[in-house]
């Protein structure tokens, strides 16, 4: 028995455009190229800041995006409109990438507490969530959490801050478990990164979370817990999923040690056309949990 050393395929270079579209935020998208397999990538991927970018809504042109820095182009002033058609058109040298996606409509749903209903090592109280009224085409709706938490608790001798992703804990069957794992005996449903609604399940219910972080980590001045509730393009939910389920099964963990054994590759989704990336949209609506 012995070792053969597979030489990797030729390697072709490829453009990456990236962009979520947001009414909460300008349009904006990154372009940048790719790097060849085995590549050192703490220096970064390659900007590209001479390509001409167009933006269209509804098949009209709005105009040209500007350059403005690290491979970042932007629409000024122009926030995208719930339920309005995107098109970013970006032309490099004698290649034209292309991605469309329609913004989502805002959420409506009714927030409140409950009595302790997950059984949980952090014993934090439990949420309600209720939608109230879902405008024709919903179906993708992802939960998170983001956490500001103090530097002094991480070690650190000032008061800086740092945003931490959330993890939701819950007893609900309504959440997607693709990126579940069980805790507690095997009660608590831990959610890496976001949890995603399934859409056969949406206004079916209530659903039950609760944040995984401690009440006390809060104490702080400026420290301060804020749920996510997003509405996602068909596009976006797409990516994110096959894009979470990557991050959750590397070979080598980010410590260098063997994660997973019969990891196999995983195609990650995208809407770029003569390129890669994603232009997804999402319609997201936050609330403050916790606020110190």
């Not at 993708?140 to 956490?147: A, E, M, Q, R």
């Not at 039950?208 to 393009?233: D, I, K, Q």
Request: hydrophobic share 35%; net charge negative.
């Amino acid at each position: 028995m012995e070792d053969v050393d597979l030489p990797y395929p030729p390697y072709v270079e490829r453009y990456v455009l990236n962009g979520v579209l947001n009414p909460d935020s300008i349009i904006s998208i990154t372009l940048r190229k790719t790097l060849p397999p085995l590549s050192d990538d703490s220096t970064g991927y390659v900007p590209i800041a001479n390509a001409k970018v167009l933006c269209y809504r509804n098949g009209l042109l709005l105009g040209p995006m500007v350059y403005r820095d690290n491979s970042r182009y932007e629409f000024p002033e122009t926030q995208p409109e719930a339920g309005g058609v995107y098109r970013i058109e970006a032309t490099v040298e004698n290649t034209t990438l292309s991605a469309t996606d329609t913004v989502p409509t805002s959420i409506s749903y009714k927030l409140g507490g409950l009595p302790y209903k997950i059984t949980s090592q952090y014993r934090n109280p439990d949420l309600d969530l209720t939608f109230l009224e879902l405008t024709p085409g919903t179906k993708y709706v992802w939960l998170s959490f983001i956490n500001r938490l103090s530097e002094r608790d991480f070690g650190d001798t000032v008061d800086n801050f740092r945003n931490v992703n959330g993890i939701v804990g819950s007893i609900s069957p309504y959440l997607d478990d693709f990126n579940a794992t069980r805790q507690d005996g095997g009660v608590l449903q831990v959610y890496s990164f976001m949890a995603r609604i399934k859409p056969s399940a949406l206004g079916q219910g209530t659903l039950v979370f609760a944040p995984l972080s401690f009440t006390g980590a809060y104490r702080r001045p400026g420290t301060r817990l804020t749920l996510h509730v997003s509405n996602f393009s068909q596009a976006y939910d797409r990516y994110l999923k096959t894009a979470i389920t990557a991050l959750d099964n590397p070979l080598i963990n980010y410590n260098g040690v063997l994660n997973n054994p019969f990891y196999e590759p995983i195609n990650v989704y995208s809407n770029v056309q003569n390129g890669l990336g994603i232009l997804g949209a999402v319609n997201d609506r936050s609330q403050v949990i916790i606020q110190n």
